[in-house]
């Protein structure tokens, strides 16, 4: 569906992209996943034509869009929802799912294409008469979205989405992202939460403008190369502190009541934490690395080349 190719891209003399290559496949839902200022929406907008990249090609469905400007590639199939809702506060829900329909292929047939996408949304077609500046975070980024859908997209760009809005808003717009994937539509979401990252078919997590790792999640925790003891007890914080200072052991981060100690070289690892093993009053076992494990590697070894 999309596929993007050695993306450099440039503020003045400051690089935000370096060389980034990926592609997303049709009907899935492919997470961009990495810290704020990262190079997520850089990424996005260079997707959808509002940024220029110094070198590489975008290809949507086999065709080059790099260098169309970005009502062209609205034209090929491809839709954006920026980070920055850009609603009309003081017109309806309703007015401004019309005024989305500025695209020929919407015009010619606004009021079906309205009709279903109403159908999409129940409890928004609830919410016609309402000024747009009334809703919720939530409702704004439900409108936005049904907007980009008058065009019928084939792929969506969502920035961001669901930044600022409360879990069970979160919950239920992810269920409407994936219902459109049923129907075939390609979504691509930049976020930076690791359960919205976990939902998705593919994931590909970028920092300081590279991407380090792409794939299944699997396929991520996989590249990570480690291996996880957890270890549950009293008197976390200090054991956290003595465990942090062995060699062998990569990283130590808190997951709620537990810890989790990782290293690339099992052997190593228990080498290291053998002297804490036999002490009472904790509890250790092997675990499975998950995700969030796997980004914290590839943050600390992105760190350590800055």
């Known amino acids: 569906m999309l596929e993007a190719q050695g993306l450099n891209v440039l503020y003045g003399d400051y690089q935000i992209l370096w060389d980034v290559s990926f592609r997303a496949p049709e009907g899935e839902v492919i997470a961009i996943l990495g810290p ?32 169309l400007p970005p009502h062209k590639i609205v034209g090929q199939g491809l839709a954006h929802v920026l980070e920055r809702r850009r609603l009309f506060p003081y017109l309806t829900v309703r007015e401004n799912l019309l005024l989305g329909a500025y695209h020929p292929s919407a015009k010619a047939r606004r009021q079906e294409t309205l009709a ?54 979160r919950r239920e717009f992810w269920d409407e992202i994936h219902d459109l994937a049923a129907r075939g539509i390609t979504v691509l979401v930049s976020t930076h939460y690791m359960d919205e990252a976990e939902r998705c078919h593919r994931l590909a997590y ?15 925790v996989s590249q990570s190369a480690l291996h996880t003891w957890q270890v549950t007890g009293g008197d976390l914080g200090p054991l956290a502190r003595e465990l942090r200072a062995q060699a062998g052991i990569d990283m130590v981060t808190a997951f709620g009541a537990s810890l989790h100690a990782s290293g690339t ?9 053998a002297p804490w093993r036999d002490r009472a009053g904790r509890e250790w076992r092997r675990v499975a690395p998950g995700l969030e494990d796997a980004f914290i590697r590839f943050m600390r070894e992105t760190d350590e080349l800055q």
């Open 265 to 273: 070289d099992p052997a190593r690892l228990e080498r290291a934490i």
């Open 116 to 169: 279903d996408v109403e159908a999409l949304f129940p409890r928004l077609r609830e919410r016609r008469a309402q000024l747009a500046g009334t809703l919720s975070g939530g409702w704004k980024q439900r409108l936005a979205l049904a907007a980009c859908l008058i065009h019928e997209p084939e792929l969506l760009l969502l920035d961001e989405p669901t930044a600022g809005v409360d879990p069970k808003a």
């Open 206 to 220: 970028i920092a300081y403008g590279k991407l380090l790792a792409q794939g299944t999640a699997d396929e991520i």
């Open 36 to 67: 704020n200022g990262s190079g997520k929406s850089t990424l996005m907008n260079t997707l959808s034509g509002l940024l220029r990249s110094r070198t590489g090609a975008i290809s949507f469905r086999g065709a080059r869009i790099d260098g």
